[in-house]
């Protein structure tokens, strides 16, 4: 999704808030800048916010000083947090431009104004009105986040300024400046994986960082409903009802996975049969489903008839797709049904003390058996893989670090499994075919533990993804011309293509550079700029033609040489042996000219070496 992309959604909400307020009473702002930075405030509260009740918030009018919105609302643990935010609406020519670090270090003094209680009363009542709330609360200690929003980029210019404000006034007060793709990124997660990690106006408590009550499902004086296993790490085996599981997603939503190795999936099959059971025939619940595996690395002790145990921290590892479904079932039942389901649905409980996170992969790696793990659910909280991810953002090609994590998507968006993704990758930019074609899982093991491993040679700080998506962009137009079939994305598995994609590229590469006379020519930068562009499509289908040619005629088809079949294994399977294959070309005299005379003059078929070039 491109900035112009998120600006005009941004922008089509705002005509509707515009809309709905000019319904009711109209502004007193005459001017189009002046009622978008309204509406932009208001889209502010509701989206991050969560409250339609802008009017008592909305500070901006006369003398505001660098304060459009003074919020406050109650945290996950009840506490009362402020937020005092001044944001800043642009039109959609300048969304590509800077923010000014003039107007962020202004707003910056404004705060601490306002912050030191030396601001004094103005003609702005709903300011001051909310600005005594605040005083009051910042006298009794109380946690406050200033923001700054603009609809424009970052500027590291105030970086400095801002550094220096979150020092003096830590660890209660916070500034936080956040530009147009921060907010995209935001509102990608939020409307299409339907989840918010860092809401920068909530303040985000972990379930590993606060107490966190569970209830056991007790009969009674009975003491064989607990079961505690005392060996290499210490565990407990018990009951919950389903409103436990419900309470849990609904305070943490799915931080309560944050360190598990993927998300519910949303379209599995046993999703599906959790709901069915959990309605239909609750009673017989627990005999179908294995329950949830919980980890905490505080001490634990649950006495023999204890109802309810508090955890310091607490991660469920396993059974994801239980405590989703449970919840989403609980949310959209009647109160009748929660009644049922609380009265006869059991769910196993099994609490785990670990602080050891090898440990804590190996336990979601063996209890997962409904939807089995693949080598890449590991690297799924890998920062390598969060980067590319929020980086992919920009395009119409997104990267899908963990499986399912995209629960709907915006049209002309493509969601891409990063296996598929750092395969291309590894092909057409690290140009090493045979280390793919040799082994599909290799790419997402590490060296440390696998002699074959790849992962970090693929994923390190030099990765970009936008390399990435070079790769894909020209994979696709070489599956087109190979098999003649517009909109195929994807190979039948073949594999053998591989080879001659890496190849391509580089005879491209060497010939954009003739044509254009430029030796430093960004090959990834002109294939994601042209490669729609039918002239780029028929350059790279000549050059794909003259790559196949030479290989076939030089190692395969030579009748002189009785080694073709050798050759072809070596081709794809043997690094060295392909490596000497990529030098012959780059030595080449290359240009559009000589390609296009030698595929006039040369077909592929059992000709002689002397009829190929050679380098």
């Not at 000083?65 to 959609?92: G, H, M, P, R």
């Not at 590490?446 to 962009?473: P, W």
């Not at 296009?596 to 592929?604: G, I, P, Q, T, W």
Request: glycine fraction near 4%; aromatic fraction near 12%; charge should be neutral.
């Amino acid at each position: 999704m491109t900035t112009s992309a998120f600006y005009e959604i941004v922008d089509n909400h705002l005509d509707n808030i515009l809309a709905d307020i000019d319904r009711v009473a109209s502004l007193p702002h005459k001017k189009i800048e002046q009622r978008k930075g309204y509406a932009f405030l208001v889209w502010i509260l509701r989206f991050y916010g969560l409250t339609g009740k802008y009017n008592e918030y909305i500070t901006d009018g006369p003398d505001d000083q660098s304060c459009d919105i003074i919020l406050n609302k109650k945290s996950q643990i009840d506490e009362d947090i402020f937020y005092v935010i001044q944001s800043k609406w642009n039109t959609a020519g300048n969304i590509g431009t800077k923010m000014d670090a003039k107007d962020i270090k202004q707003a910056i003094n404004d705060f601490e104004t306002i912050l030191t209680g030396n601001r004094q009363e103005t003609n702005n009542l709903q300011f001051n009105k909310k600005n005594a709330e605040l005083q009051k609360h910042l006298s009794k200690n109380g946690r406050v986040k200033f923001l700054f929003l603009g609809l424009c980029n970052n500027s590291l210019d105030a970086a400095e300024n801002i550094d220096s404000f979150n020092v003096r006034y830590s660890p209660k007060i916070s500034l936080e400046i956040l530009d147009i793709n921060r907010i995209k990124s935001d509102y990608i997660e939020t409307m299409y994986k339907e989840v918010v990690l860092n809401n920068p106006l909530d303040f985000n408590y972990r379930p590993e960082n606060v107490p966190v009550i569970i209830e056991i499902d007790r009969y009674g004086q009975c003491r064989r409903d607990l079961l505690e296993v005392d060996g290499k790490n210490k565990a407990y085996i018990f009951l919950i009802r389903p409103k436990v599981l419900y309470s849990l997603f609904k305070k943490f939503g799915f931080q309560l996975f944050y360190r598990n190795l993927r998300n519910p999936l949303p379209k599995s099959h046993y999703n599906a049969q959790i709901a069915k059971t959990l309605l239909e025939h609750p009673d017989q619940f627990w005999y179908f489903n294995n329950g949830i595996t919980g980890i905490t690395s505080s001490k634990v002790d649950i006495g023999t008839l204890a109802t309810e145990v508090v955890l310091q921290d607490l991660q469920l590892i396993n059974g994801a797709q239980t405590a989703y479904s449970v919840y989403k079932c609980y949310e959209e039942g009647s109160k009748s049904q929660r009644k049922k389901m609380d009265e006869h649905a059991k769910i196993t409980f099994r609490l785990i003390v670990s602080d050891d996170s090898v440990f804590d992969k190996a336990i979601t790696q063996f209890t997962n058996s409904q939807n089995p793990l693949l080598p890449a659910d590991f690297y799924a909280n890998d920062p390598i893989q969060t980067r590319l991810q929020v980086e992919s953002y920009a395009y119409d090609l997104w990267y899908e670090k963990r499986r399912g994590e995209f629960r709907n998507k915006p049209d002309g968006v493509t969601v891409i499994d990063k296996e598929t993704l750092a395969r291309i990758y590894v092909v057409a930019h690290l140009e090493e075919p045979v280390l793919v074609f040799n082994s599909l899982d290799n790419v997402f093991q590490s060296a440390k533990y696998h002699k074959d491993g790849l992962y970090e040679f693929v994923f390190n700080d030099d990765t970009r993804y936008s390399d990435m998506i070079a790769s894909f962009r020209l994979f696709k137009v070489n599956i087109i011309s190979t098999y003649s079939k517009p909109g195929v994305d994807f190979p039948p598995d073949d594999r053998t293509l591989m080879p001659f994609l890496t190849l391509s590229k580089i005879v491209l590469h060497r010939c954009l550079m003739d044509k254009f006379r430029s030796p430093k020519l960004n090959i990834n930068a002109y294939i994601l700029k042209h490669h729609e562009d039918e002239d780029f499509k028929e350059m790279h289908q000549s050059v794909r033609s003259f790559v196949a040619t030479n290989v076939f005629n030089r190692y395969f088809l030579n009748p002189e040489n009785g080694e073709s079949q050798i050759n072809f294994n070596r081709f794809m399977s043997d690094r060295d042996f392909f490596a000497e294959i990529k030098e012959w070309f780059k030595q080449m005299p290359l240009s559009f000219e000589i390609i296009e005379k030698y595929n006039k003059e040369v077909k592929a078929g059992p000709l002689k070496v002397g009829n190929a070039i050679k380098g």
